[in-house]
């Protein structure tokens, strides 16, 4: 399932993250990549024990905590730190490739399944050119670009890639989620019930009908998850 989640970051969020990168040191983006990765990633990043990494990170994992829509969707169990890239200049790609399947920060050994990637915009379109995410899976290729502060959530088995920025430069978070849920087929019978709960419960207030689908949303992630 690939679903876009708007608004996580509010304006102002967006341009306070914004002022601390546009004065952060960037490093090669190849630093946190896989074998296959390394060879085709072509961006910077901001070193994982950063002080501006430090102090971003607990902004986005709150916002993250505060959408609804990511919550349902992701069901998280763990979230790996949020990360930091900039596309721009002459490092201003990724090529095809998949997420590893076990992330590790690197200071704890706090390790996360990727069950899920994320990308947080931190750019307007407007801003670049090019810099799309384009991610392969069953659902097709989506060309994904979406406004500063809105987030983007697919399978980290999906193939994906960054085409090149060829003007301006393109800001974002991303991580990875480990599910409660592991399998995706599951993850998104839940999501969409849980979206029916909700338009059940919008039209027809607190019925016997949305009782019985609360129930069965419940059971249902009882018996698939595992917390």
Same mark, same amino acid.
């Given at each position: $399932?690939? #679903?876009?989640?708007?608004?996580?970051?509010?304006?102002?969020?967006?341009?306070?993250?914004?002022? #601390?990168?546009?004065?952060?040191?960037?490093?090669?983006?190849?630093?946190?990549?896989?074998?296959?990765?390394?060879?085709?990633?072509?961006?910077?990043?901001?070193?994982?024990?950063?002080?501006?990494?430090?102090?971003?990170?607990?902004?986005?994992?709150?916002?993250?905590?505060? !959408?609804?829509?990511?919550?349902?969707?992701? #069901?998280?169990?763990? +979230?790996?730190?949020?990360?930091?890239?900039?596309? !721009?200049?002459?490092?201003?790609?990724?090529?095809?490739? @998949?997420?590893?399947?076990?992330?590790?920060?690197?200071?704890?050994?706090?390790?996360?399944?990727?069950?899920?990637?994320?990308?947080?915009?931190?750019?307007?379109?407007?801003?670049?050119?090019?810099?799309?995410?384009? +991610?392969?899976?069953?659902?097709?290729?989506?060309?994904?670009?979406?406004?500063?502060?809105? #987030? @983007?959530?697919?399978?980290?088995?999906? +193939?994906?890639? @960054?085409?090149?920025?060829?003007?301006?430069?393109?800001?974002?978070?991303? $991580?990875? +989620?480990?599910?409660? @849920?592991?399998?995706?087929?599951?993850?998104?019978?839940?999501?969409?019930?849980? $979206?029916?709960?909700?338009?059940?419960?919008?039209?027809?207030?607190? !019925?016997?009908?949305?009782?019985?689908?609360?129930?069965?949303?419940?059971?249902?992630?009882?018996?698939?998850?595992?917390?």
């Amino acid at each position: $399932m690939l #679903l876009q989640v708007p608004g996580v970051l509010s304006a102002v969020q967006v341009q306070q993250c914004r002022e #601390l990168l546009d004065a952060a040191a960037w490093i090669d983006g190849s630093s946190t990549a896989g074998t296959q990765s390394a060879q085709v990633k072509n961006n910077q990043q901001l070193p994982e024990q950063s002080p501006v990494t430090r102090r971003l990170q607990p902004v986005v994992l709150e916002a993250l905590l505060h !959408s609804a829509l990511f919550y349902t969707a992701a #069901l998280p169990k763990k +979230i790996f730190p949020p990360l930091f890239n900039c596309y !721009s200049g002459t490092n201003n790609s990724f090529g095809k490739h @998949v997420d590893n399947a076990m992330r590790t920060h690197v200071a704890t050994g706090y390790r996360v399944r990727s069950d899920l990637s994320a990308t947080l915009f931190l750019s307007d379109p407007d801003e670049y050119a090019g810099g799309e995410l384009v +991610i392969e899976d069953t659902f097709g290729e989506q060309r994904i670009k979406l406004p500063a502060g809105d #987030l @983007v959530l697919y399978p980290s088995s999906s +193939i994906h890639r @960054v085409e090149p920025v060829t003007h301006g430069a393109r800001l974002a978070s991303f $991580m990875w +989620i480990e599910s409660m @849920v592991r399998d995706n087929a599951q993850r998104r019978l839940l999501f969409e019930l849980d $979206m029916a709960v909700m338009g059940v419960r919008k039209d027809q207030g607190e !019925s016997s009908n949305s009782v019985k689908l609360t129930a069965c949303y419940h059971n249902l992630l009882r018996m698939w998850a595992d917390s």
